[in-house]
């Protein structure tokens, strides 16, 4: 039977229809949402990290190594300069091994607020070679990752360089396998619990929804709990050295000779030029703890310029005025001061909050190695007391202080979920401060006095007199760092 045409062309036309609908008919069923695409790296960020991670690098080899090995007298440069190369390599293996783990994952049960577990041991899981993927680390926006190995090898430097920091309190007669010794055991019990209870979170993109902020907070390390500002290492880095290195010279001993025999720096050279590189390298320090390329960084890049231009200026001023001449050793002692105390408040102040820290800092570490050591009656070779402790307790406490907006501060984000900024009060935050200080120092304290009676026992802490007598540089190494 032949089709009439009419009913072709209606036939037809509603073919097209159907055709035309088809698509509209398929989004209108229910379906299972795509999934969404993972965020992906933005390249300036990793390249930002990647360039603070090698300036921190450089603040320990050549920067500190330098700054302590012109301080100390010819015959112990080199066994300085040693001690500084190797804690840092020693520290970087064993953060990779277990410090990063340690630090940065979840622990578990009630330990979980003052340290990590074992998800890391070897850094396994950073890296997915059969599929090639890389594990993502966060920063602190939401869906804004870097690498996590970025992360790792950011970090790994901070560790390494705060267990290079302690050395300057007991230099010039202490065995170099007794520094072997105490470094592992502090690093492991100390600098990682530390740096747990500080900076561990879960990130930003863990707080999905209102009603999962109090489970989030509760994986966090316990200082971060409280709430406690440290942009950058305030309490991690520089209290925790500092009291270690006091603890040390305690336990150690005095030099032979020490306030009898003249032990004067004997290259200042080396040690503006270690104070020169130790301020470059300061901004990869400060500015890269924003873990992105963007205001927060900017902010504690120009904080970490302005704040050593005024401690700097602080302390010559100051030495002027009590000593009657300005010294380059105080100078270059004065820009250290400065960073050390904007650490903590690098990008968690303003303008304002950068020029009172860093000329205070200057000020009050002058009188940490001078009147304060008389007082503590120890022999803090290069003053890692005097400046890092009592300039990174200056600078956590004002970081408290100059958070808030109304003296120019940022303020801090209280709401992640949000991501809203809000500040609950100039003494709330200086108590909770005050906390973090105190938490650091009693803890940093009784590991270090475990650490080094723990080395005395295996190896003894103390070269022989004679050998001291002699110089480390070629009873402890074999070698001089000058040949006359």
Known sequence: MKMPLDMKKLLGALGAVLLAALPLLAFGQEAAPAAAAAPVPNKGDVSWMLMSTALVLMMSVPALALFYGGMVRSKNALSVLMQVFVVFSLIVVLWCVYGYSLAFTEGSGKLSAFVGGWDRLFLKGTFDSIKGEFAMAATFSKATPIPELAFVAFQATFAAITCALILGAFV????????????AL???????????????????????????????NAKAGL??????????????VHINAGVAGLVGAYMVGK????GKEHMAP???TLTMIGASLLWVGWFGFNAGSALEANNSAALAFMNTFLATACAVLAWTFGEWIFKSKPSMLGAASGAVAGLVAITPAAGNVGIP????????????CLWGVNQLKRWLKADDSLDVFGVHAVGGILGALLTGVFNSPDLGGPGFYNNWFEMKQGFGGIGAQLWIQAKAVGLTIVWTAVVAAIAYKIADLLVGLRVPTDE??????????????YHL
């Open 172 to 183: 010039e007669r202490v065995k170099f396998s007794a520094v072997l010794i105490f470094m």
């Open 186 to 216: 502090w690093f492991t019990f100390a600098y990682a619990p530390i740096a747990h209870m500080v900076w561990f979170w879960p990130g930003p993109d863990a707080y999905t929804a209102a009603n999962v902020v109090d489970a989030m």
């Open 223 to 236: 200082a971060w709990q409280w709430g406690a500002l440290d942009f950058a290492g305030g309490t991690v």
């Open 255 to 258: 030099r032979v000779g020490f």
């Open 266 to 268: 004997h290259n200042l």
């Open 353 to 364: 909050g950068a020029f009172v820290i860093g000329t205070a800092a200057g000020f009050v």
């Open 468 to 481: 001291e007598r002699e110089g480390l540089d070629t009873t402890s190494h074999g070698e001089s760092a």
